[in-house]
Each structure stands twice: as structure tokens, then as C-alpha cells.
């Protein structure tokens, strides 16, 4: 409905601005397709859902700095709870009913309510802390020393593969690992292939064809820098953590909660 409430959803550093297919067109679903969509969580007959492309993201929002080194400029997640004021302001929406946040889009939810409170109603923040948990950051210091090596070696997508691979270990729990890819090995050409192994490389691969590799170090990057103070966010949030959770665990995420502002 045109006069429904708006309500922002970002996702993970690979999520663009098609949240989901719009009911009137043939599409490709979205990326959260099984939340937004007429009858789902996110009912499109009840709001309005805004998606956006991050800077330096795969929706092709931004370039590289305009100086011919084809280097992304330095993110921040409030940066992008700037752009997203930014493209609010540009559609005339004064006040969002709410901004959603996924991961890496939970750490721009979370600055925008500290950075923007003025401009939602609320939070609701996934699986993202109010900074960086140093486990988180050594994984992903290891994935930015292997895609910046691939660089140098002409290899790019091969570095993005592999890095995100690196990064597929730490979104499943040990348990699920167990129960989905305990088969033994086959044995090929080059060796014995464990069952894993085709999971890792599936993932990698879809994210090497959407990925630019300096687009990648820069929102990498971007989220180790995070930070935002607490007291500062002036909204009520609605947090949501999963148990185990390697890059933004439980305790963490219940620290952030104590430390919240009165909003």
C-alpha cells in the first residue's frame, strides 16, 4: 500500500537492494526472499520495504577512487547508515517505522540508531554486536592477506573463492558440520575429496561471480572498524542471537543489550 510504513532491510555484505522479486514482475527471488514477500514476515501488503546497494557493495552503488588505482575508499557501517539517510532523504521519507539488519547490515541497523535515531522509530538488529569480536577479526584479517595475495598474483577469483570458504566455516555449528558432511572421502585423480569440500567450493564460487576482490577488502575492512557506543542508541532494538555464534556470540550480544541506551 502507498501509505504503508517503511521499513529498511540490509542483509550481509553480499545482500544488495532486491530484498525480494516485486510481486508484479518475472524475477529472480531476492535474497530474503523467505521473510519479505505478501503474507510473509515482512507482509508487502501491510509495508513498505526498502532495500539499498552499500557503498563498494555487488549492486554497483560505488566505484573505485577516481585516481586510477582502482582502490575502494575507506567504510565504516555508520557510513552506510549515512547513505541510507541519504537515499531516505532523497525519497522524502522522514521517519522509517524500523530498520532491519542482518549481520553486516545489523552493525548499519545498530550505527543508524545511534547515528540517525531521529529519522526510525526502532531497531531490530541480527546477529551483529557493537563492535567487532576479535575471533571475527582474525578471520577475516586471514580472508583479506589471501584475496590481497591473489591480487597481486593476477588470481582474484580464485582469492575470493577462498575466502569466502574460509568464511562458510564459521556460519554453520559444529553440529550441523557433523551431521550433514561426516561421509568418507572419495578418492579421484588428485586425491582423496571430502564432502565438505563440494559445500565450501559451491559457496565460494557464487560469491567469486558477484564479488570485485577490492570492493571485498574494502567491506571487510569496513567491519572490523565498527563501532558504535550503546548509550548513544536512542531507539528501542530488538536483538537476535544464534547459539553458537563465532562472529557476534551470545555473551557479546548480551553485553550490547545491557549497555543500551533508554531509547
Known sequence: AQAAPVVAVMGGISADRRVCAEPSRDESPGWWEEVVGPGRGLDLDRWRVLGIDFLAGPGGSSAPEPDGTGIFPSLTPADQANALRAVADHLEIPTLHAVIGAFYGGAVALA????????????????????????ATAVRVIQRRIVADAIARGQEREGLALARSLAMTTYRSQEEFQARFNGEPSVGLDGPRFPVEDYLDYHGQIFADQFDARAFLSLSLSMDLHRVDPGRVGVPVTLVSMEPDAIAPAYQMRELHERLGPG
Request: hydrophobic fraction near 40%.
Open 112 to 135: 543508524f540508531a545511534a547515528d540517525h535515531y531521529d529519522r526510525t522509530r526502532s531497531a531490530l538488529v541480527i546477529g551483529s554486536a557493537h563492535r567487532s569480536h576479535p575471533l
